[in-house]
């Protein structure tokens, strides 16, 4: 793989009323960006909702959970039909307190870890196998055989930074191009068993909720994610990422105003320099009373065209939404994108191998 190879994903998509992504308060959260109140959906948000659509499309995905040591010990008995639920908890905390990963008295981790299935299933054979544990086995172990998630997003383990895995993927928070003016909705409800015998609402209340036209932007630095799997996986795995994340949708109140959209525009950059987030067209909030995903999209294409006197050629710059677009290759549907991105990828892959 080339030295430095960078995916940028840069994506508009419109919400229509909703709140995918709430604060404290109950409302969807917001940014002040360009003097203006902006939506926003949290990068944390969005992330969580990639990792369900992995795990819904049989991507390998980990677990994020206070109870790996109960994970391991039911793998461990899953393996030795002998180890009674004390023994095998017993063991599975030596495991963890052998890597540096402190398990309390509920058998419960610090903070939420991150762990794959290949490293649990791993763990339990090795401590099988080894009556003695040895320290640097069982963090080779756990830092080996990583999820598509864990080696896109990382693990911080404040116990032991040694487990540490940096991320190779930076997701930005999504704002709005243009300012969001917040809404509520006032609801009643009636009791069905009253009838009409009684008057007035059983029930009222209100929902916060605003509706935009919002910038996404998502990196990959492939070298990263080739050095937590390999190569041909990090390719493959950053085929996935592209398309669970232009797929996913955050599913804060999903059900009450059933906003899942999909983009209006995506454009896929593949960089050998430096990942380049174009939120900036919109520092400038976009105006309109004729909708905001078209001048939206114009706004972001000026300033793709104008990063460039900053910036090397990429490799590829595929655009999927606008069939006239001036600045990269067009590409009929989201297939033909992930095909192109593909391609691309395994190209560089293949070029550093026969450098090599």
Same mark, same amino acid.
């Given at each position: %793989?080339?030295?430095?190879?960078?995916?940028?994903?840069?994506?508009?998509?419109?919400?229509?009323?909703?709140?995918?992504?709430?604060?404290?308060?109950?409302?969807? &959260?917001?940014?002040?960006?360009?003097?203006?109140?902006?939506?926003?959906?949290?990068?944390?948000?969005?992330?969580?909702?990639?990792?369900?659509?992995?795990?819904?499309?049989?991507?390998?995905?980990?677990?994020?959970?206070?109870?790996?040591?109960?994970?391991?010990?039911?793998?461990?008995?899953?393996?030795?039909?002998?180890?009674?639920?004390?023994?095998? %908890?017993?063991?599975?905390?030596?495991?963890?307190?052998?890597?540096?990963?402190?398990?309390?008295?509920?058998?419960?981790?610090?903070?939420?870890?991150?762990?794959?299935?290949?490293?649990?299933? &791993?763990?339990?054979?090795?401590?099988?196998?080894?009556?003695?544990?040895?320290?640097?086995?069982?963090?080779?172990?756990?830092?080996?055989?990583?999820?598509?998630?864990?080696?896109?997003?990382?693990?911080?383990?404040?116990?032991?930074?040694?487990?540490?895995?940096?991320?190779?993927?930076?997701?930005?928070?999504?704002?709005?191009?243009?300012?969001?003016?917040?809404?509520?909705?006032?609801?009643?409800?009636?009791?069905? +068993?009253?009838?009409?015998?009684?008057?007035?609402?059983?029930?009222?209340?209100?929902?916060?909720?605003?509706?935009?036209?919002?910038?996404?932007?998502?990196?990959?630095?492939?070298?990263?994610?080739?050095?937590?799997?390999?190569?041909?996986?990090?390719?493959?795995?950053?085929?996935?990422?592209?398309?669970?994340?232009?797929?996913?949708?955050?599913?804060?109140?999903?059900?009450?105003?059933?906003?899942?959209?999909?983009?209006?525009?995506? %454009?896929?950059?593949?960089?050998?320099?430096?990942?380049?987030?174009?939120?900036?067209?919109?520092?400038?909030?976009?105006?309109?009373?004729?909708?905001?995903? +078209?001048?939206?999209?114009?706004?972001? +294409?000026?300033?793709?065209?104008?990063?460039?006197?900053?910036?090397?050629?990429?490799?590829?710059?595929?655009?999927?939404?606008?069939?006239?677009?001036?600045?990269?290759?067009?590409?009929?549907?989201?297939?033909?994108?992930?095909?192109?991105?593909?391609?691309?990828?395994?190209?560089?892959?293949?070029?550093?191998?026969?450098?090599?």
């Amino acid at each position: %793989m080339t030295e430095n190879l960078y995916v940028d994903l840069s994506v508009l998509q419109t919400v229509p009323s909703s709140n995918i992504n709430r604060d404290d308060t109950g409302a969807p &959260k917001t940014a002040l960006y360009g003097g203006v109140s902006r939506a926003r959906v949290s990068s944390q948000s969005w992330k969580k909702a990639v990792r369900d659509v992995f795990k819904q499309d049989n991507v390998s995905a980990g677990t994020r959970t206070k109870t790996a040591a109960t994970l391991l010990a039911k793998e461990l008995q899953a393996r030795d039909a002998s180890l009674d639920d004390e023994a095998a %908890m017993d063991k599975a905390t030596e495991i963890f307190t052998t890597a540096g990963v402190k398990i309390n008295k509920d058998h419960e981790t610090g903070a939420l870890l991150l762990v794959s299935r290949g490293q649990i299933a &791993k763990l339990a054979q090795y401590a099988l196998d080894n009556e003695e544990l040895d320290k640097k086995e069982v963090k080779k172990v756990l830092k080996g055989d990583q999820s598509l998630d864990l080696a896109l997003f990382g693990r911080m383990v404040a116990d032991n930074p040694e487990l540490n895995v940096d991320a190779s993927a930076q997701v930005a928070h999504a704002v709005s191009t243009h300012e969001v003016v917040p809404e509520y909705d006032y609801f009643t409800a009636l009791d069905d +068993e009253q009838g009409n015998e009684t008057t007035g609402a059983a029930m009222l209340g209100t929902i916060d909720f605003n509706s935009a036209t919002l910038y996404r932007y998502a990196n990959v630095n492939m070298n990263e994610l080739a050095n937590n799997l390999n190569a041909a996986d990090a390719v493959k795995g950053a085929t996935e990422f592209i398309k669970d994340f232009l797929l996913s949708m955050p599913t804060g109140k999903q059900n009450t105003f059933a906003n899942k959209t999909l983009p209006s525009y995506v %454009m896929v950059t593949v960089r050998t320099d430096t990942p380049v987030n174009l939120v900036s067209a919109f520092e400038n909030p976009v105006t309109s009373k004729n909708g905001y995903v +078209e001048p939206s999209i114009e706004r972001l +294409e000026t300033e793709y065209a104008r990063t460039q006197e900053y910036v090397d050629q990429p490799m590829i710059n595929l655009v999927l939404g606008k069939a006239d677009s001036t600045i990269g290759d067009n590409v009929a549907n989201l297939s033909e994108l992930l095909t192109k991105v593909t391609a691309a990828l395994a190209k560089a892959v293949q070029d550093e191998n026969t450098n090599d």
